[in-house]
């Protein structure tokens, strides 16, 4: 049956239930009268919508409140335990598993060290080896909590490169500078059968996904437009503009910032990650004479560093004499960084920028001003004006809860149907005929 504007009955049903799902798990718990002006339904609707949800377990009461003059009214909020989620993030110096509930409480997690088995960076993400961790990770954080495979509303994963859909292997990783070329990750990790066919895939990059977990959960709440920004071993981002609600990762890491400059393990020249990456700016200390710590992560060296450059107070109150190179190369940084920003600003300009990642937290806490400074210096006056940068809220598990948000954000698509099992009504005539046409 059609409803106006083309969409069906089913549709609406739908788009009814995501409206009260969504703002019961965003803004919740809420009454079933506060339920109605904030998704523009009507009473009766609110009521079928709710009473559905509560039967299916997907809504449980929380409490009550008083009204004025009236009984108190009941308060709703979405149930924790009524699904659970999957985050992977494929990092640059680990496979980070975990496993949340609906609440996005974390219940389990599991980490394994990514380590180079030869002389080249790339071959630490030997497909066979991560898509093992991957595995291994998923068995074992269901395993530690107690969840059946069943219950997973998806497994969402964030990985480092660019994500096309294949129509036969879903989900097929182009990361260049990781070594991988049209991986096929979802046929990869499908082809284990370690979860039933109903649980979805949801592969996106990292940078995606950290910017959805800021945009819903951080310090982007609130904002139109964001530009956040994953710095870590290499550097990326993920805008969120007008047109653009749910976010798109961009290769802001390659864009190029001195022609036939440094090179990048893109293979190409100049570009900002050869510059501003964690990994160029620990290579270019060690160029400058510095000495970075070896047979350790690139975090740890990363944070030596930024104590060798700016010393905190000994014993005695005294300070030790910085590392001038090592300052030196981290003060350029943060002026390659800011005109990388200035790249974002005058693009997209966005109202908020936020740095995230491991390095961008490290080095956020020392030299934020100075980036911003920068930033603003190398922008166009307008735009730079208008926007605030600053650090993301949610620490370095902000990728996993992005990825773990994909499934969720799929399941509110879905009306909070499990994987898209909502009962049809009875079949159109014309889909009736063309059944029994094909049977003959």
Same mark, same amino acid.
């Given at each position: 049956m059609k409803a106006r504007g083309g969409r069906t009955v089913r549709d609406l049903r739908r788009e009814n239930r995501t409206a009260v799902l969504q703002r019961l798990y965003f803004d919740g718990p809420l009454s079933r009268f506060s339920l109605g002006p904030v998704t523009g339904l009507s009473s009766g609707s609110v009521s079928n919508v709710v009473s559905e949800l509560v039967s299916e377990g997907l809504v449980e009461e929380a409490g009550s409140i008083d009204s004025s003059g009236g009984r108190p009214r009941t308060l709703l909020r979405v149930r924790a335990r009524s699904g659970y989620l999957i985050g992977v993030d494929v990092g640059e110096t680990r496979v980070r598993v975990e496993l949340f509930d609906l609440a996005l409480t974390e219940l389990a997690r599991v980490e394994q060290p990514l380590q180079a088995a030869g002389p080249r960076r790339t071959d630490r993400y030997d497909v066979d080896v991560v898509v093992g961790h991957l595995r291994a990770g998923i068995r074992q954080v269901l395993e530690q909590a107690g969840v059946a495979p069943e219950l997973l509303l998806g497994v969402g994963v964030g990985v480092p490169g660019i994500v096309a859909v294949d129509p036969e292997d879903g989900a097929v990783v182009h990361g260049q500078t990781i070594g991988w070329d049209a991986v096929p990750l979802e046929r990869l990790l499908r082809a284990s059968r370690l979860l039933p066919r109903t649980v979805p895939y949801y592969i996106a990059n990292g940078a995606r996904t950290l910017g959805q977990a800021e945009m819903w959960f951080?310090?982007?709440?609130?904002?139109? #437009?964001?530009?956040?920004?994953?710095?870590? #071993?290499?550097?990326?981002? $993920?805008?969120?503009?007008?047109?653009?609600? #749910?976010?798109?990762?961009?290769?802001?890491?390659?864009?190029?910032?001195?022609?036939?400059?440094?090179? $990048?393990? $893109?293979?190409? /020249?100049? $570009?900002?990650?050869?510059? %501003?990456?964690?990994?160029?700016? /620990?290579?270019?200390? %060690?160029?400058?004479?510095?000495?970075?710590? #070896?047979?350790?992560?690139?975090?740890?060296?990363?944070?030596?560093?930024?104590? %060798?450059?700016?010393?905190?107070?000994?014993?005695?109150?005294?300070?030790?004499?910085?590392?001038?190179?090592?300052?030196?190369?981290?003060?350029?940084?943060?002026?390659?960084?800011?005109?990388?920003?200035?790249?974002?600003?005058? /693009?997209?300009?966005?109202?908020?920028?936020?740095?995230?990642?491991?390095?961008?937290?490290q080095l956020g806490r020392s030299f934020l001003d100075t980036v911003a400074a920068h930033a603003t210096a190398y922008s166009l006056r307008h735009p730079a004006g208008r926007v605030r940068i600053g650090l993301g809220m949610l620490g370095p598990d902000a990728v996993t809860v992005g990825a773990a948000s994909l499934p969720l954000e799929a399941f509110f698509a879905r009306g909070g149907r499990p994987h898209d099992t909502e009962p049809e009504g009875p079949s159109p005539a014309w889909r009736t005929a063309l059944r029994a046409r094909a049977a003959q």
């Open positions: 951080g310090a982007g709440r609130g904002a139109q #437009s964001a530009a956040v920004v994953l710095f870590g #071993s290499g550097v990326s981002a $993920c805008v969120v503009t007008d047109d653009t609600r #749910s976010g798109r990762a961009v290769e802001w890491g390659h864009l190029t910032v001195r022609v036939q400059g440094r090179p $990048c393990r $893109c293979g190409a /020249l100049g $570009c900002l990650e050869a510059y %501003a990456g964690a990994e160029a700016v /620990l290579q270019r200390w %060690a160029e400058a004479g510095g000495r970075p710590p #070896s047979d350790t992560d690139e975090e740890t060296a990363l944070a030596a560093m930024i104590a %060798a450059a700016y010393p905190a107070p000994d014993a005695t109150g005294g300070r030790p004499e910085p590392d001038a190179t090592a300052r030196r190369v981290l003060e350029e940084t943060a002026e390659y960084l800011g005109a990388g920003l200035s790249d974002l600003i005058n /693009l997209f300009q966005p109202e908020r920028i936020l740095i995230g990642g491991w390095a961008g937290l």
